[in-house]
């Protein structure tokens, strides 16, 4: 049925987008929607902890968008989606994202982001293939390319000064980072070995809508609201290098679509901050936020002390992470020369955005917290 609807419109690109049901897959699906026309979308999602179906209630009213439950790792779930539709770009979103849970239970990190990007990279090769050269090495049908969606951590930690280049070493620390930096080497060798058509990226941290809470900006956020109190690993002085998550998506979209066979490309903006200072700005924010429109203090949970007590004191040191990378900060000069990507969303507008989606939609926080969310807190913020 798919394959006769794309007989009927050579036009329409198949996309196959996993781990579509995260933060950054979510919000990539609904970049995509909107900015194109003759697409179609097959989500692939296990729908694990950080994966929820609800942030794609709306978008599933689409036509254009197909999700499938399933691991990345099952061969034949691969398959069939390859078999079902005609598949022309597969981005690879799906991962274990978590540093922290890497330091608790390496081994799924392992075998979601090596051995499920292997997997990938195979069943798209397979139906990929066309034909061979004369020299051994498989020709690829015209304009299919695998994406994958990597991160700045690979390169390791800096100092107080310089910045990642595509160039610079691959130097990983957490298991997270070391099962993402197996994952681009894997793409790479595919690259090399078999001439797949791949591009990587590596992005900083990113913010933004739907990001889920055990990540600092919306758990700080969700605390805040709860009336608890904020835990700063170590001195607070780690800097990240933040980026509104829509920028990401569309640094990707424009690598799939113009980047050059074979690359990788950073991507980020310029914009570090020392924990403590987001922290801080959150708390200012939110506070700010609630005295210029008090309809947001009802979003404040039953118990919770009022606005007068959000403020710096909520703020409490805690016992640092294992292995904790100093600073990332990221050189987007190539994406920037060659593509025109620029971030669009100075940070000021992107974290006000950010707090504002998060207290309008706390309905979506109960939702994805409703699991197994209480239990994580506790194992890893109680008596740190
Ligand atoms: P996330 O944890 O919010 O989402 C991951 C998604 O993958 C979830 O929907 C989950 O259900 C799905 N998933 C996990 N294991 C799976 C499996 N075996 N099979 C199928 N689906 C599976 O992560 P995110 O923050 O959206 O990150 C997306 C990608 O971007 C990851 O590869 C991550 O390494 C990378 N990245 C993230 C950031 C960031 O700041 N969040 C920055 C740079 C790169
Ligand atoms: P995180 O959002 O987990 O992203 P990453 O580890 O991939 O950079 O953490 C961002 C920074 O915030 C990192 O330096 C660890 C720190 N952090 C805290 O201080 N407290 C927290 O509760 C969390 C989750 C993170």
């Known amino acids: 049925m798919q394959n006769e ?23 990539f699906v609904k970049h995509m929607l909107k900015a194109h026309s003759d697409i179609k979308i097959i989500v692939l999602d296990a729908l694990t902890y950080a994966g929820n179906l609800g942030t794609l209630k709306e978008d599933l009213k689409n036509d254009s968008l197909i999700f499938v439950k399933g691991d990345i790792c099952d061969s034949k779930v691969t398959n069939k989606i390859f078999e079902d539709y005609n598949i022309d770009y597969l981005v690879n979103f799906a991962a274990e994202s978590h540093v922290d849970r890497s330091i608790e239970n390496p081994q799924i990190f392992l075998q979601t982001n090596i051995l499920g990007t292997q997997n990938l990279l195979d069943t798209a090769k397979k139906f990929w293939t066309v034909g061979k050269d004369e020299n051994g090495y498989p020709i690829y049908r015209d304009g299919v390319k695998y994406l994958q969606v990597s991160t700045d951590e690979v390169y390791g930690s800096l100092g107080d000064t310089g910045y990642f280049l595509e160039t610079t070493p691959l130097d990983p620390n957490s298991p997270y980072s070391a099962s993402k930096t197996g994952a681009d080497l894997i793409v790479k060798a595919y690259a090399e070995t078999f001439k797949m058509p791949v591009n990587t990226t590596r992005c900083s941290n990113n913010y933004g809508p739907y990001h889920f809470p055990e990540k600092l900006i919306p758990l700080i956020i969700k605390n805040i609201l709860e009336g608890k109190k904020l835990p700063v690993y170590g001195d607070g002085s780690n800097v990240r290098d933040w980026l509104y998550v829509e920028d990401h998506c569309k640094a990707i979209d424009l690598v799939l679509h113009k980047g050059r066979i074979g690359e990788i490309y950073n991507v980020g903006g310029h914009n570090e901050k020392q924990n403590i200072e987001i922290v801080k700005l959150t708390i200012a924010t939110i506070r700010r936020l609630m005295e210029q429109n008090h309809s947001y203090q009802q979003v404040l949970k039953p118990g919770h002390p009022g606005i007068g007590f959000i403020n710096d004191d909520m703020i409490t040191f805690v016992k640092d992470r294992l292995g904790h990378d100093q600073r990332y900060a990221i050189d987007p000069q190539k994406i920037s020369k060659e593509l025109g990507w620029l971030p669009e969303t100075k940070f000021e507008d992107g974290i006000v955005k950010t707090i504002t ?21 506790k194992q890893m913020y109680e008596n740190r």
């Open 5 to 27: 609807l794309y007989m009927e419109n050579k036009n329409i690109k198949y996309y196959l987008l996993t781990g579509g049901a995260g933060f950054i897959g979510a919000n």
């Open 357 to 377: 989606w998060y207290l309008e939609n706390q309905g979506w926080v109960e939702e994805v917290t409703s699991g197994d969310y209480q239990n994580y807190y």
